[in-house]
């Protein structure tokens, strides 16, 4: 826009002030360049203090600080004020396209005629028209015709053929038997096969030998394990709080046992979304879908009493936002928490829109047994109650318990009058979830486990008034004795972290900058405008049901993706995390649309979506590196050969216990602490950790089970790259470090294994040494030496056998085995 024209517009203003004429129309002239530009500025909410152009009250008031901001006169307007300047971080929007000249000239107009907005007439947000390829609607492509048809065995085969074809690329031939036994293994089950399954497998010569190993496979309860691993890094599931204290949960493991169990059931996605994100809300639920909602439990807990908790929840509230973003929706929506979204069609009233759902979401635990404890807890309940009650009642704690909620709920009332029970009432907001608003329900409308919480709660922190009265203190510690020996001799139920709607929940709001301090306007469930919206009520559970409707382009395809990024070691999405448009676009567009639509048609089966990619001739490619390729496709996205890639750190571990002899094969159930080096337990808050090691079997129980300390985690699994478990992971690094070789050739977990390998071998494997250096073979790699390999193992072997060396030479060739790179990698 030239000076002269800009000149002429504001001429034009003015005479239009002076004409009554010419008076700006507000639906006419204004009302269509606030819907043009609403959508991108929404940022007022954050840079002007809560202003929307969408609502005439909001408006007219100057948003959440009552700033003027349309004045008398256009030239003292903070609205054109922004929208004219060119100052980056200033200017509004923030992003996209600005109002021209002849825009503004009506703007000023409207304003210097008195800014006449009609009541109930609202400027809408426009919904942006992008053509981004993730927002459009998922079409099943048809199977494309190709010259080399003799490999296709299903139709991914038929689409990655045709766009090698066009690359002038042949597929690379299929993998060893051997080397797919292993490798269908590991990737369906987190485990290498035994011998016998290598024996058995390479003797059947039927034609469908390799779909049988297929079907038996996926319906091994491992199967559940080894997904459940990558789920829960999606959920970044620990058995910690984190924070300062970090203290345990001991009721987190229930939720990894139900994701196991579903996994193994095959529970269909669309199920297996709702019931974690909504399954307290389903009619009728039961104990097992509340046990779901662990899902949204998974958030870092900070129980520092000095900590507003308005502070903590509203932090809660952003990784449950954030959670359903990346695992769902596969969008980066926490960009939106303070501004609008720099690069994809997110605003920040759409970030806290999509927070409200799970603003009436509170935090509760319930009993959760599985099978076979009800029986012997229901039989044993009626005695405990009433030794309980006796108990109470010898000390008095009922009258004890009465006069410390009121003084409770005097701090809470009044805050400020007593110091000595605000801070009391400080500190049981951080050690006891829920405790105001449990303390504020009648008695009469707690639920049972609630009134003995509380009640176990006042024994355990009676409060200033008789922290001075030590001949009251010693009787309560007396009493908690005996109610502790109680409980340990009852049969008890599991117990299960979950989520419950509250009905008296008030209204969420968007907070301004990001800030929970700074309350902007209240807003309304609903999921980005972008996408399709919810249609009727508007909660979590319909949430839930919205994400794997048919309307979501989104759901689908991120999960196939980080599938195919589980079996080929790099989604065809690369960044699984980001499917919005700094993300990378799909290598294979057409092919990612297949899989979504037939995992969506297939019932949403993840079992049948895996037996239709392993058994493509795509995954049993050999994953030999071909040179002429290494510059035309270094990242192997035309899939022109399988991937070689290095287990993740919990297998890496389950293969040397597996091999060894010594892993635990149980299902489920609570976490482990193996054996922790010296030293790392102290690194702990305070030393607050205790890492109280597990016995017999259980400490050789897989490392899925192994208990995460969020402050402290295991350092064998942080070494080979597992995740720190504070927001969800959609894909592990792979490194290649001295200290993971260190790790294999030094732990005692490892030395341990290859003790008991060699223990095997020599009970397991009779004949000479070459013999039972094959069986070895076998034992850790599934597939026999070949004769360069076989004769440096039997050199290695009589130099061990020496009188000179120390130990047994087994050992040392066990040793050698496992510190391979083939031992802990996937081919």
Known sequence: MTGRLALLAASCSLAAAQNPASRVDFIRDVQPVFEKYCHACHGPAQQMGGLRLDDRALALKGGTTGAVILPRRAGASKLIERVSSHKPGFHMPPAGPRPDEVELARLRRWIDQGAQWPAGVRAAASKPALSHWSFQPIRRPAAPSVRYSSWVRNPIDALVLARLEREGIRPSPEASPATLLRRLSLDLTGLPPAPREVEEFLADLRPDAYERLVDRLLASPHYGEKWARHWLDLAHYADSDGYEKD?????????????????????????????????????????????????????????????????????????????????????????????????????????????????????????????????????????????????????????????????????IRDPGKSPEWDFQLTSMQAMFDGAVRILQREPSRRTPRQQSRLTDYCIRSPGPTLDRDKTRLGKLKELREKIDQLAAATPALSQAMVIEQDPEAGPAHLHINGDWRQIGPPVEPAVPAVLPPIRGKADRLALARWLVSPENPLSSRVAVNRMWQELFGRGLVRTSEDFGTQGEPPSDPELLDWLASAFIDGGWSFKKLAKTIVTSAAYRQSSRVRPELADRDPDNALLARQSRLRLPAELVRDAALFVGGLLNPAIGGRSARPPLPKGVAELGYSQSVKWNESEGVDRYRRGLYIHFQRTVPYPMLMTFDAPESQVSCTRRPRSNTALQALNLLNDPVFYEAAQAMAWRIERECPGPAGQRIDCAFRMGLARAPNDRERERLAAYLDERSSPEAAGSPWVAVSRVLMNLDEFITRE
């Open 247 to 411: 203290l345990s949960r001991p009721n987190a493991w229930r939720y990894r046992h139900w994701v196991i169990e579903a996994l193994n059931r095959d529970m269909p996605y669309d199920q297996f979304t709702v019931e974690q994100l909504a399954g307290d809300l389903v009619a009728g639920s039961s104990s097992e879908q509340q046990a779901a909602t662990g899902l949204l439990r998974n958030t870092l807990k900070n129980r520092e009493a000095g900590t507003d908790r308005r502070e903590a929840r509203f932090e809660e509230l952003v990784n449950r936002a954030n959670t359903v973003g990346t695992v769902w929706l596969g969008l980066s929506v926490g960009c939106a928490q303070c501004h609008d979204h720099k690069y994809d069609p997110l605003t920040q009233r759409d970030y806290y829109r999509l927070m409200a759902f799970f603003h009436a979401a509170e935090e509760e635990t319930i009993d959760a047994p599985l099978a076979g404890e009800l029986g012997p807890h229901l039989a044993a309940l009626p005695a405990y109650e009433t030794k309980r009650r006796a108990l109470l009642a010898e000390y008095d704690v009922p009258a004890l318990q009465q006069e410390w909620e009121e003084l409770l709920r005097a701090a």
